[in-house]
């Protein structure tokens, strides 16, 4: 898909240069992977501690002597 975007060409050329890319498309590309990557993975951080656990659980219960 053909997209017209206005970039710093500066920006674009020094994260070109730091990724060793071939071309500001490859650049592009794995901005948007690894910002996807993050998205994600700030979701998934977000899911901590919203577990809900039963105050009456005990696992001592789960042991069985034989």
């Given at each position: 898909?053909?997209?017209?975007?206005?970039?710093?060409?500066?920006?674009?050329?020094?994260?070109?240069?730091?990724?060793?890319?071939?071309?500001?498309k490859?650049?592009?590309?794995?901005?948007?992977?690894?910002?996807?990557?993050?998205?994600?993975?700030?979701?998934?951080?977000?899911l901590?501690?919203?577990?809900?656990?039963?105050?009456?659980?005990?696992?001592?219960?789960?042991?069985?002597?034989?």
């Amino acid at each position: 898909m053909a997209t017209n975007l206005a970039i710093d060409d500066k920006l674009l050329e020094e994260a070109r240069i730091i990724g060793k890319h071939a071309t500001k498309k490859a650049v592009v590309n794995e901005a948007l992977a690894e910002y996807i990557l993050r998205r994600k993975q700030a979701d998934i951080i977000r899911l901590f501690h919203t577990v809900e656990y039963d105050q009456n659980y005990d696992h001592k219960d789960q042991r069985q002597k034989p």
